[in-house]
């Protein structure tokens, strides 16, 4: 196996000329054609099509074969290399420019969560993050910026490994992208003679996976593997990026791109290697040696004033190529159960009926949703939204599962009088409580997020959405864009935005006001009365009436569900075509 090696040329801004396959190859110099060169992508290539070709491989063997892998990207500045690892925008807003590095995390989640779900939770998975710059051939922590009093500290490397840096747990692409987005921040970055915010440092992002799984009654074994993701300096030379004045910056790029460039030729060879010649090398070896699937992602410019250096990256992409690789997985380690199983000592509920415990569901957008959840799962879902102040959580729906669980008055089919059950689902919105994420999203994209969640949870409706403050605005705005979304709704403390609009609701909606509470005006709950064709309207007064809600909220649920005969097909149960994809948190 060889080092692979791709090619990706960037439009010419410079002109409205379009760029042929004959251009390319005339850019690429004979040696190094289309047909020398594991992937060729000319100025109208897709990110898709770079993830697919360059990083699709990277996470099979990492998932399938338990393979390190690495993928780095080499080029001058202004030749695309960023844009296509991280995408436009910082690759942080989940459009077609989104580059590899969070389409891999895309990917790698939905990957994980279909194999945690495939093995009924005894396979469990963990991926950590860390990021480091080379900076002057100085190891610094981008996940660790210095107060403002305080210089960055060099960091120090051991065998490859840097002990001191900061290590991240991740459980989404949005929290990785996160933290991408805030170590980038912290990144030295100059203006060039090439582009005006160069990059002066080298930055890599290493992902490790790390996979647990029982064998036997108490052994827990354990294998991991990374991914090194690097996005590496402009390589044009002095005289390009600064008119032949020396700058230190630049001077310790050039070193360590010419030792990367000796270590390879030297590897290939099989003559002395100088990885300890720089920091970038160092840190890179593990991924050079032989031990690692690697592709090196060359990013050129088709514009003449820069024919130079994009002949010197094909020339340096060519050697590249003679790299020859023999990657080994890792060996297995044996765990103790009892200290590393995230779920050693969880205890069964003593009430079976509820079988109250915590669930992550891993959304295809959002990640991974943190949920309270009490029920079997194949019963009818009742999906609980809260609202959105600085500390609402799931947790202020568990006297409402409870109580539903618990109660002995239990919701009938009127045209069969089977007894319904149900199956409670109180999810932390993205941004809340445990699950991260932007915490706008409950508010803009409601219909969307609450989708994902049912398709998540192996469903296409719900039986029943509820929603407390903003989250029943939420709740309400969603079964709006999204009229088959749920069989009933209710809400409590709701608030309402144009509830003139919701005279399209068809679904019978429970509502409640505290005519006391100031945030919630009740005014506002008169005008969704009139509105809504099917409302189930309470007002109370707390002064007078203390906790209305504990007292006959569920009651009046389960009034609503009563009076209307169920429909032929089954909201709310667990379809026959969609994964469930939960697993337990170990919380």
């Known amino acids: 196996m060889r080092l692979k090696v791709a090619v990706r040329v960037r439009p010419d801004f410079s002109s409205s000329h379009v760029t042929t396959s004959d251009d390319i190859n005339c850019l690429l110099g004979s040696a190094t054609t289309a047909s020398c060169l594991d992937a060729v992508f000319g100025p109208g290539s897709t990110q898709h099509s770079v993830f697919a070709t360059c990083a699709v491989p990277l996470l099979n063997a990492m998932l399938h074969d338990g393979l390190n892998c690495c993928l780095f990207a080499f080029g001058q500045s202004g030749s695309g290399k960023t844009f296509s690892m991280l995408g436009g925008s910082g690759g942080g807003k ?6 590899v590095i969070p389409r891999i995390a895309d990917e790698l989640f939905l990957r994980i969560a279909r194999a945690q779900a495939d093995s009924g939770g005894s396979v469990q998975f963990q991926v950590r993050a860390t ?3 080379v900076y002057e051939n100085n190891v610094f922590d981008l996940l660790s910026p210095p107060s403002r009093d305080e210089k960055r500290h060099t960091l120090e490397i051991r065998d490859a490994i840097v002990p001191a840096a900061k290590v991240e747990t991740v459980t989404s692409t949005g929290m990785l ?7 980038s921040a912290q990144r030295a970055t100059k203006a060039t003679g090439i582009h005006e915010n160069s990059s002066r440092s080298h930055a890599i992002v290493t992902l490790t996976l790390e996979r647990r799984w ?3 009654k108490d052994e827990v074994r354990s294998s991991s593997c990374s991914l090194q993701l690097a996005d590496l300096a402009g390589s044009e030379s002095t005289d390009r990026a600064h008119n032949g004045t020396a700058d230190r910056a630049g001077c310790s790029i050039n070193m360590g791109l010419l030792v990367l460039r000796r270590t390879i030729e030297a590897l290939a060879v099989g003559a002395h290697v100088p990885y300890r010649s720089a920091s970038l090398t160092k840190l890179l070896y593990p991924s050079l040696s032989g031990g690692s699937v690697t592709w090196m992602l060359a990013t050129v410019s088709p514009e003449p004033m820069d024919a130079y250096e994009s002949q010197q990256t094909m020339q340096w992409a060519q050697e590249a190529r003679r790299l020859q690789m023999h990657p080994v997985a890792r060996p297995q380690v044996i765990l103790d159960a009892s200290l590393n199983d995230p779920l050693h000592g969880d205890m069964e509920d003593s009430d079976k009926e509820m079988q109250r415990r915590c669930e992550w569901i891993q959304t295809a957008t959002y990640g991974d949703v943190w949920a309270r959840v009490a029920g079997d799962k194949r019963n009818s879902l009742l999906l609980m939204i809260h609202g959105s102040g600085p500390t609402n959580s799931s947790l202020q729906w568990n006297w409402l599962v409870e109580q539903v669980m618990s109660s002995q008055v239990i919701s009938c089919d009127m045209s069969s009088h089977k007894h319904l059950k149900y199956f409670c689902v109180a999810v932390d919105c993205p941004g809340y409580g445990r699950s991260h994420g932007d915490r706008q999203i409950i508010r803009s994209y409601p219909g969307k997020f609450i ?10 409706t719900a039986y ?7 989250g029943a605005c ?5 079964v709006l864009e999204l009229p088959d979304i749920a069989h009933f709704v209710a809400v409590c403390h709701p608030v309402g935005h144009s509830p003139e609009r919701y005279t399209a609701i068809k679904q019978p909606v429970l509502l409640a006001f505290d005519t006391e509470d100031a945030g919630h005006p009740v005014s506002v709950g008169r005008i969704m009365q009139r509105r809504l064709p099917r409302a189930h309207y309470f007002e109370f007064t707390a002064s007078k009436d203390g906790n209305w809600l504990e007292k006959r909220f569920v009651q009046e649920l389960l009034n609503m569900f009563q009076a209307y005969p169920a429909p032929r097909s089954k909201p709310g149960a667990l379809s026959t075509r969609l994964p469930c994809l939960t697993r337990l948190s170990g919380d």
């Open 464 to 470: 029943a959405i509820m929603g407390s403050s903003q």
């Open 177 to 183: 992208m996160d933290l991408i987005a805030r170590g």
């Open 131 to 133: 990021y480091l710059e």
């Open 474 to 478: 939420a709740v309400l705005n969603a």
């Open 451 to 460: 989708a994902e969640v049912l398709t998540a949870l192996g469903r296409s």
């Open 214 to 216: 029982t064998k036997g």
């Open 94 to 99: 989940k459009s077609e420019l989104d580059g």
